[in-house]
């Protein structure tokens, strides 16, 4: 079995040395070098041609923002950055995606009980999908278009959307291109508590559309993203003609919270054929069963195509589990799901034969 060679690269020996032993307990990754500044790690890179690196943000002698946007110019690789969890760190962290990182992780509080266990598992499970991941996918800008959408939606109208790895640019390659009178828009993205506001910062600063992090009780509004808070989950529920979003902190869900399939369910039920959803690039399987319910309610339903994924994880799994009505490229997507209001009618005489399985199973 080939082992994923990891190399970590951060100013805190106790970093470099927690995550050494993370990584060789590991029976398919071993840690090949660590180094403390950039300038060191540049010339092992040369040298040992690591599969994966992690990488700190605040560093000596060149901060990590420098360093990857120099890595991704002259030799692209899969990077998990470690990130502080603070406001600073948060922005820097969104940052660092646009650039090029395939995913992050919050550093551990070492001030609070944090489960360093949790932590060391969770750290491994990113490498092990930044592995595979396609190093530049969705790190492009998007072809500019103008959004072309005349369907008269009411409240009833609404898209969901749910994402993971590489999923905060293909999100905003996403958004960007959605029109102001587009039918409200709820979002489950995997990312922890005190990412997700400056997340929905960035996007709505990007956008022609509303985005925001959702609040609980918070109506579901046409022209506004609402993108579901780090550690909760979101739902929809029945308010009037429209809906408004409940949060919780139940259980997590595919070991996810926020979860896509919890909130892909509640869209099956409230909202059925009056309904768009698509299902953007991740790892696992989570979001495959509440796609596939959505499916079975007569919405209309879509996967992020293989060739412009980040990682085609969760777009399999919806797709292996037959309920994905389309596979579209990326930039393509906003168009697609803009055009499915169009064709609302169509939905309307579908067989009753597909409005079965709307249970929430997680």
Avoid at 85 to 108: C, N, W, Y
Avoid at 163 to 182: I, K, W, Y
Wanted: glycine share 8%; charged share 20%.
């Amino acid at each position: 079995m080939k082992r994923i060679r990891v190399m970590a690269v951060d100013d805190s020996a106790l970093m470099r040395n927690m995550l050494s032993a993370i990584i060789n307990q590991q029976p398919d990754m071993e840690m090949v070098a660590t180094a403390p500044d950039p300038l060191v790690a540049r010339e092992l890179i040369k040298k040992l041609n690591p599969d994966v690196l992690t990488l700190d943000i605040d560093m000596p002698r060149m901060d990590g923002l420098e360093f990857l946007s120099r890595l991704m110019r002259l030799r692209p690789m899969p990077v998990v950055m470690i990130s502080s969890m603070t406001t600073q760190g948060s922005h820097t962290t969104l940052r660092a995606l646009e650039q090029g990182a395939v995913d992050f992780i919050a550093k551990p509080d070492a001030h609070t009980n944090s489960d360093w266990q949790e932590w060391g598992e969770r750290v491994v499970e990113k490498i092990r999908s930044s592995a595979k991941a396609r190093v530049g996918q969705g790190h492009t800008s998007p072809q500019q278009r103008q959004p072309i959408f005349d369907a008269r939606v009411g409240h009833e109208s609404l898209i969901a959307i749910g994402s993971s790895t590489g999923g905060t640019e293909a999100l905003r390659r996403v958004l960007v291109q959605m029109p102001v009178n587009c039918p409200g828009i709820v979002i489950a993205q995997h990312m922890p508590a005190g990412f997700t506001r400056s997340f929905a910062q960035r996007l709505d600063s990007l956008c022609a559309i509303n985005v925001r992090e959702a609040q609980d009780g918070e109506r579901v509004q046409m022209g506004t993203a609402l993108i579901a808070p780090g550690d909760l989950h979101m739902e929809i529920v029945r308010q009037g003609k429209g809906y408004a979003v409940r949060l919780s902190n139940a259980l997590e869900v595919n070991r996810h919270r926020p979860s896509v399939d919890v909130l892909f369910h509640s869209v099956a039920l409230h909202a059925g054929r009056h309904a768009s959803a698509a299902i953007l690039t991740g790892m696992g399987h989570d979001g495959a069963r509440g796609m596939l319910a959505l499916y079975n309610a007569c919405a209309y339903t879509l996967a992020q195509s293989e060739a412009t994924c980040v990682v085609f994880g969760m777009p399999r799994e919806a797709i292996a589990r037959g309920g994905v009505k389309a596979v579209v490229d990326l930039d393509d997507i906003s168009q697609h799901l803009l055009d499915s209001f169009s064709h609302n009618k169509q939905r309307n005489r579908t067989s009753a034969g597909r409005s079965g399985d709307n249970s929430h199973d997680g």
